[in-house]
């Protein structure tokens, strides 16, 4: 099968979906007053969209600055990490034993401390991000063939050298990576502290309009946050294939 | 041997600037580890919070619940989607796609659905552990070889025992790495349903603590939760390391 003929019964499944969802509405096999129908969502999206933007921009602004940090401080984290091996074999336990704990348990104290507004969502973005960053640009850096530094030394390249030109260029996919990556977890973060503890941006829309029952604002909510992270991770990943390519 | 030494000092090392930290600031705000055995014990005693046991029980069986429906559905879509080989190439992306939005997206929708109670943390737990597993079979089939399904029928073999003897030994790690996630990520909705709203459940009283500005209590919570979690993902390990040396 043509990737066109994919296409095309993916787009027809996805049309059905809602075909069939706006058709169990309108006959009350479910409740509108919990699943909205489709149509009555792009209604909702139509005249409440220009009040969601500057939300939108709320939250996407609190979810670079998480990132930025989470990029800023792991990167050189997992290089150092990585690159040491006796360092890897004491912290690294440490460092995955915290990614597998919910992050959320610890938001509670970090809204007590920094307040309910843009701190507290930045530095849950950075949270939810940073381990993510740390491991995988850590395995990437430990990934790196030794036989590359070993002549790159003999032949008489400096420490600085033989960092600049061997070692970065052979980590730059797992930082790449690492980067893809980190950018939803970020999202994921800042929504959750917006519905935990926030005052505005979308998340704290979705969970206001959910404790209110207006169900069609919070399912036109819940469709513009999706399709902006959906396009966002589609972007990347072409992004990521074209510098493959390149490379 | 040494390696476990440095690591127990650099516990102790983190645990002293904690400590260190923590007593120079507003002892309201910021929890020493000194304070918190003392908190649990009130936890487990004070008549301020609500008794302990009937929400740890509430919680691990949203959590069972939750992981049985999410592995009962990833095994079964999986299958679906990945023996049938044009439908999994339809279906496969639109899956990872969804998979791609950062989960707690859902958690409203559901919480408006099913409302406060254990259904919306048992959905959206289900619907968090769903998808690793889902991923996982999908993968673990592509990793099965051809050649050897092939000759494996063209012996004989009957399509369970090729199941059983050749697909199910190439797909195990896979698919068990994806079941162990699949449970990391039911833990997670159940308990970030609890935390964004409930009236039972270990979630609510982690929030009841901290509604009552009862830090240490909350504290002296999160590192038991936050052990119980480590604990339960080290035997999903140990599981995993098992099942991959089965599988060679």
Same mark, same amino acid.
């Given at each position: 099968m043509g990737r066109l003929r994919v296409l095309a019964w993916q787009t027809l499944s996805v049309a059905?979906?809602?075909?069939?969802?706006?058709?169990?509405v309108r006959w009350r096999v479910v409740d509108p007053l919990f699943v909205p129908a489709p149509s009555s969502i792009v209604r909702v999206l139509g005249v409440t969209g220009a009040e969601a933007l500057p939300r939108l921009g709320d939250t996407l602004v609190k979810t670079l600055l998480g990132y930025a940090l989470a990029i800023l401080a792991g990167v050189p984290t997992g290089l150092v990490l990585g690159s040491r091996p006796t360092a890897h074999a004491i912290a690294m336990p440490y460092v995955v034993a915290l990614y597998g704990v919910p992050k959320i348990l610890v938001l509670p104290w970090i809204a007590l401390v920094f307040g309910i507004g843009l701190s507290t969502a930045v530095l849950s973005a950075a949270v939810f991000a940073i381990f993510p960053v740390v491991v995988l640009v850590a395995a990437g850096t430990r990934d790196v063939d030794p036989a590359l530094v070993t002549v790159a030394a003999s032949m008489g390249a400096s420490r600085g050298q033989i960092i600049r030109k061997v070692l970065l260029p052979a980590v730059l996919p797992s930082v790449?990576?690492?980067?893809?990556?980190?950018?939803?977890?970020a999202l994921l973060g800042t929504l959750i502290a917006e519905m935990l503890a926030g005052t505005r941006g979308m998340g704290f829309q979705m969970?206001?309009?959910?404790l209110a029952f207006r169900a069609p604002e919070l399912f036109a909510a819940t469709a513009i946050v999706s399709v902006v992270s959906i396009s966002v991770v589609l972007f990347l990943e072409h992004l990521n294939t074209r510098l493959g390519r390149w490379r | 041997m040494r390696i476990w030494l440095w690591r127990l000092g650099l516990l102790l090392i983190a645990l002293t600037l904690w400590e260190a930290v923590a007593s120079m600031l507003n002892p309201i705000l910021y929890v020493g580890p000194s304070?918190?055995?003392?908190?649990l014990a009130r936890v487990l005693a004070t008549r301020d919070l609500p008794p302990l046991a009937g929400h740890v029980w509430l919680t691990m069986g949203e959590i069972a619940v939750a992981y049985v429906l999410a592995v009962a559905g990833g095994l079964w879509v999986g299958f +679906?989607?990945?023996?049938?080989?044009t439908v999994g190439r339809i279906y496969e992306p639109l899956l990872a796609t969804l998979y791609a939005v950062p989960s707690v997206v859902w958690y409203p929708s559901l919480m408006?659905?099913?409302g406060l109670g254990p259904a919306s943390k048992i959905a959206f737990g289900f619907f968090l552990g769903f998808f690793p597993v889902t991923l996982a079979v999908l993968a673990g089939i592509r990793q099965v070889p051809a050649t050897l399904v092939t000759v494996a029928v063209s012996m004989g073999a009957k399509p369970w025992t090729v199941?059983?003897?050749?697909? +199910?030994?190439?797909?195990?790690?896979t698919m068990v790495g994806g079941l162990r996630t699949g449970l990391a990520l039911s833990v997670v909705g159940v308990l970030v349903g609890e935390l964004l709203g409930a009236r039972a459940g270990l979630g609510y009283v982690i929030n009841y603590a901290y509604g009552l500005m009862m830090t240490a209590e909350y504290a002296a919570l999160v590192v038991l939760v936050a052990a119980a979690v480590l604990l339960?993902?080290?035997?999903?390990a140990l599981i995993e390391a098992r099942v991959k040396r089965w599988a060679g």
């Open positions: 059905a979906i809602v075909l069939a969802w706006e058709v169990a790449l990576t690492a980067m893809r990556v980190a950018l939803v977890f969970q206001r309009a959910a | 304070r918190l055995p003392g908190a +679906l989607l990945g023996l049938r080989h408006l659905c099913f199941f059983r003897k050749v697909m +199910l030994p190439a797909m195990a790690s339960l993902d080290g035997a999903g």
